[in-house]
């Protein structure tokens, strides 16, 4: 209840247009020369030392790409993307390695403490809890630190940047990478098995039950430069882990493209909770500027019994291009996905999520909660499908909007497909507005439109805030309030 | 995007436009032509791939001669409605029955003029560009038609005809009718037919349509037009269907219109229905509901397709939709996809899907009265797809309906 | 305290309230009855400044201020409550959340200090026990799946919270049960007495056994018809509301 208030009071602290994460780091940068061809993807596989066998894969992506075409069937409009235009590689200089947080540059250390990610072993995230989080904190292109790593090293979790992976586990990488998200997958996943930069890795050993919770903060902070993050997530049998990410990006007039793959795999009895708080740049109230994020996002559940579980609170970029999916495939594993995905300005979000029940006696859940405002256009898409070997395929899909205003739209696509018998999928969906009637009801005891409506979204949320570890919800109730500020009339 | 491989069948269908063609029918002729037969890539046929499902077209069915009347008079039994008979999708008066004693009711051959202009679909332009010889069936303002008009589709000589229906009902302002279309054309062939619906204001349509017997492959799209306040309730049995595309039309155009879309496919064997809507209210404060049921059986394919459209200035829209699937079997699918696509704010829509399988407590409870399992079974499966009827006001046409289906689960007739 | 003056409203373009004069003195309970449709619950929404009533003609004043250019919040914050005679189901939010944000607007409107959490607990908790309401329905989301009578409880509730200078009771006795009633009505006596107003709107005499008024108006076609005192309640339950609707058609 203290964060409704909060989540008032920043409402009133912030003008229209204040993206709070918008200020630019001065830092000096390595970079790859402008644009894509052969050569940038052998420098950018050569800066972070890679063995020549992923040096071929990522060529062999490239060369797939290359005949691909951009995917145009979601509801995103935007400008053709001159990938030409780009850097693809930039690191902020003196990073070339591994670190220890004594050796990060202040500059950098100063920004994350600005996003309100302090990277010390000692200090909280949020201030919220006496709880710790490890994290991995993504620069543009590379990863500058990972906390906690020697005392995750105890339990025998593995949690680092990938390009320190690749040469640190060799073995598991290649085991995984791509064995989720196909290097073909689609185009900007292929784009990003291409150059990817870097992102973060996880193993969780048999039935170790990871002592914290791991978080990847990830920042674009240089011009024209696009993020190809690339995150791996490996739960071996019996294993547990909830993980979570971030990003932010400065105010920038131009828009900036993120296309990101992560693939999660669960193996028997195991279980990955992944989070995401995404707050990219949405662009201004013209919708001049933003992030493109165009994600693939993908959970495998491998091993009997395994599950994985996603949560989102989409608030930023200019266009959201995202379907976190699970493929269950281990008999008796299970699916998740919990969603709040608001639009305002002229942001554009198209997400969802794909829940591919192949395995017996599977099952899934989905709550989507979509709130659009100010002009934006916000469409839930999101596919069900039980495979014809899929005995006793179970989902449950909730599916909501709600219109702040009548410059906006709300769509919902969902997909359902069984070819079982025994399959039984229910779906439900509604789209409104906030009932005059609750807010003159809130109104007449004493709030003012602006709380009230705060105080019905974040009632109309709630099922999917629930689902976040508690420090981050605060963080995403506080982000639902800011995203929707100006909203009211 | 790479170009569309060759279909023969399109080449075909490219003979059947007739030289002294007008240029309106050209002109559609082109629309289609330059889409091509849709494929599994186009979003609204993703699930019927028509253009692998049509390799080629039988020939162009002429209009019926004396042969093909007399073929078609012997399947038309004797009937307690009064009838507009088509053969091959031609309007065939000498088949029909006298409408003269009927007030406000007239029938007359259609000509192109009396069908709205623009198509959202390229089968759509493809009927609009080779149909001939339909027929408008005017029911007067005011007029309130109590007996119930039945229209019958028939076939000629052949069954394995190419068919190009395309008639019109259109209602005046105020005027009621009860109306059922019995779509009786063989198995063989294939058909494109159209049929628009106009409602003027404040008139009211029970419509009822059964499919008995559909072409190897056949499109059917309905084109429905409401003025302020009218009301159609419009209810659709699909069985027997090797490949049946029913899409529907619907501009709720004027305030207040309201729309009962309703539909149950009864399928078994390799039979695949695919039912796609395009809902719009186009005028604040319209009401619709759809609701469509599918008991699926053996190999058979079901599809829903559902979107309801909300533009900027339809205010106070109310819409719902709902499909549910029964499937009996394996190898059975069902395919749902209902969608809104809203700019609006004040509206209240929703939709809901489910796939369920027949409820064990229910068939227990009926198999503990005594009713053996395959009975207690078919009399759930009735229920479950009966309920659609309801929305009907008209007890004759829901008699017609459920007949049918008691007929198509094998049941005794309902005494 | 509350003073009307040849109130005219319409709502989606038809009259319901036509020429109402009505004034409730300090610390006075003053009483409406009156047919279905007279128009009660619309005057009790205008007081409280619902935005789809269209109020054409007159005046409404709290202690001499005009209040129709006030947003509800405003009006609230100066001491109105409205019990709604169908009180409104909030999913998600709260039953707790909801009271202490409500709590705390007003007091910030009004330039008091937010209520600490201890001290707002223990009063829920104390006002909670009187009126029967369990600590498991304060946990659920405000109003939801509560029973008709769970609902008007805690209606009483946020007014013993609130407490309000000037309370509107809009049937507040509908679809509760003889105890039930009796426990609303105690929670609303409670709060009974100098400088605080009630206007208790009913349709039968029956609340007012529980409340009773100190003058009594009867309402009929959007305006005030009679006034009287506590007997005219009693005298109404015995011929019913058929003199006032036939003789105003006159
Ligand atoms: N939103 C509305 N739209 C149209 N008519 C309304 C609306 N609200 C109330 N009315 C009408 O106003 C009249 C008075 O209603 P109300 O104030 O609820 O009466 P009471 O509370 O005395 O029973 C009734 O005829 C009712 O139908
Ligand atoms: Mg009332």
Known sequence: MAAVQQTVDT???????????????????????????????????????????????????????????????????YPKINYQDLYYYSAPKGTAGPKTLAEVDPELLRTYEKLGIPLSEQEILAGVQERRVAVDAVFDSVSVVTTFKEELGKAGVIFCPISEAVRAYP?????????????????????????????????????????????????????????????????????????????????????????????????????????????WYPGDSEGRGGIYNFVTKRGDCRGARSKISWTQVETGSAITWKYPSCILRGDHSRGEFYSIAISNGHQQVDSGTKMLHLGKNTSSRIISKG??????????????????????????????????????????????????????????????????????????????????????????????????PMEFAVEAQKLIAISLEGSVG | MTALAPNPAEEDLATFLPADASPSARLFFDQFRKAGLPNRRVESWHYSDLRARLRAVPPLARAPDEAARAVARQ?????????????????????????????????????????????????????????RGGFVLDIAAGARVETVIEIVALAGAETDRSRFGRNLIRLGAGAHAKIV????????????????????????????????????????????????????????????????????????????????LAGAAILGRTDH????????????????????????????????QGKIVVPPHAQKTDGKMMCRGLLLSDEAALSAKPELEIFADDVACGHGAAVTKLDAQQLFYLETRGVPHIEAEKILIDAFAADVFEMLDSEALRDVLRADLSELLGEEKPA | MLEIENLHVRVAGKKILDGLNLTVEDGQVAAIMGPNGSGKSTLSYVVAGRADYEVEQ????????????????????????????????????????????????????????????????????????????????????????????????????????????????????????????????EGVNALRGEGRSLLVITHYQRLLNFIPPDVVHVMSRGKIVRSGGPDLALALEATGYADYTEGAAA
């Open chain 2, 273 to 304: 229905a695919d039912v796609t809507l395009a809902v719009r209210h186009d005028a604040p404060a319209c009401t619709s509901r759809e609701t469509f049921k599918y008991v699926l059986g053996d190999h058979a394919n079901g599809v829903f």
């Open chain 2, 75 to 131: 399947k038309l039994a004797a009937g307690a409605f009064l009838r507009v008979v088509t053969v091959d999708g031609f309007y065939a008066p000498e088949l029909s029955d006298d409408f003269s004693a009927v007030a406000g009711v007239e029938i007359i051959r259609a000509g192109e003029a009396d069908f709205a202009g623009e198509t959202a679909d390229a089968l759509l332009d493809l009927n609009a560009a080779l149909a």
């Open chain 3, 58 to 185: 007159g005046s409404i004043k709290l202690d001499g201020a005009d209040i129709l250019e006030m947003s509800p919040a405003e009006r609230a914050a100066r001491g109105l409550f409205l019990v709604f005679q169908y009180p409104l189901e909030i999913p998600g939010v709260a039953t707790m959340t909801f009271l202490k944000a409500a709590l705390n607007a007003q007091r910030k409107a009004r330039g008091e200090a937010e209520l600490p959490t201890l001290e707002f607990m223990k009063q829920v908790r104390a006002a909670a026990a009187k009126l029967n309401i369990s600590q498991d329905m304060l946990k659920r989301p405000v109003n939801v799946g509560f029973s008709g009578g769970e609902k008007k409880r805690m209606e009483v509730l946020q007014m013993a919270l609130l407490e309000p200078r000037f309370a509107i009771l809009d049937e507040m006795d509908s679809g509760l049960d003889i105890d039930a009633l009796k426990t609303c009505a």
């Open chain 1, 11 to 77: 409402v009133k602290t912030l003008d229209v247009d204040a993206y709070k994460y918008g200020f630019t780091t001065e830092i000096e940068s390595d970079k790859a020369p402008k644009g894509l061809n052969e050569d940038t993807v052998r420098f950018i596989s050569a800066r972070k030392r890679e063995p020549d066998w992923l040096t071929q894969w990522r060529l062999d992506a490239y060369r797939r790409w290359e005949t691909m075409a951009e995917p145009r069937w979601a509801r995103v409009d």
């Open chain 2, 181 to 260: 279309e019995t779509r009786d054309e063989g198995f063989a062939g294939f058909g494109d037919s159209a049929l628009f619906i106009a409602l003027g204001e404040d008139a009211q349509l029970d419509y009822a349509c059964r499919c008995r017997e559909t072409a190897s492959v056949e499109v059917q799209s309905l084109n429905v037009t409401l003025a302020a306040r009218a009301n159609l309730r419009s209810v659709a049995l699909l069985a027997q269907t090797p490949f049946l595309r029913r899409q529907y039309f619907v501009s709720l155009a004027g305030e207040g219109a309201e729309l009962q």
């Open chain 1, 371 to 468: 709130i659009s405002a100010g002009q934006s256009q916000n469409t839930y898409r999101g596919q069900v499908f039980a495979h014809r070997k899929a005995q006793n395929a179970r989902n449950f899909t909730n599916c909501d909007s709600l219109l702040i205003g009548d410059q906006c739209g709300a769509h919902t696509v969902p997909y359902i497909e069984a070819k079982n018998s025994t399959a039984q999928f229910e779906h439900e969906a509604t789209t409104s507005k906030i009932s005059d009637d609750q807010l003159f009801y809130c109104m007449q005891r004493g709030l003012e439109a602006e709380e009230a409506t705060a105080l019905i979204v974040n009632g109309f949320v709630r099922d999917v805030l629930q689902q976040l």
């Open chain 1, 171 to 279: 073995e598991l990488v290649r085991k995984y990478l791509g064995s989720v998200v196909p290097v073909t997958d689609n185009y900007f996943a292929t784009l990003n098995s291409a150059v990817f930069s870097d992102g973060s890795f996880v193993y969780i050993p048999p039935g170790v039950r990871c002592p914290m919770e791991l978080s990847t903060y990830f920042r674009i902070n240089e011009q024209n430069t696009g993020q190809f993050e690339r995150t791996l997530i490996i739960a071996d049998a019996g294993s547990y882990v909830s993980y979570l990410e971030g990003c932010t990006a400065p105010k920038r007039d131009e828009n900036q493209l993120h296309a990101a793959v992560v693939e999660l795999i669960a193996l028997e009895d195991a279980e990955i909770k992944y989070s995401t708080v995404q707050n």
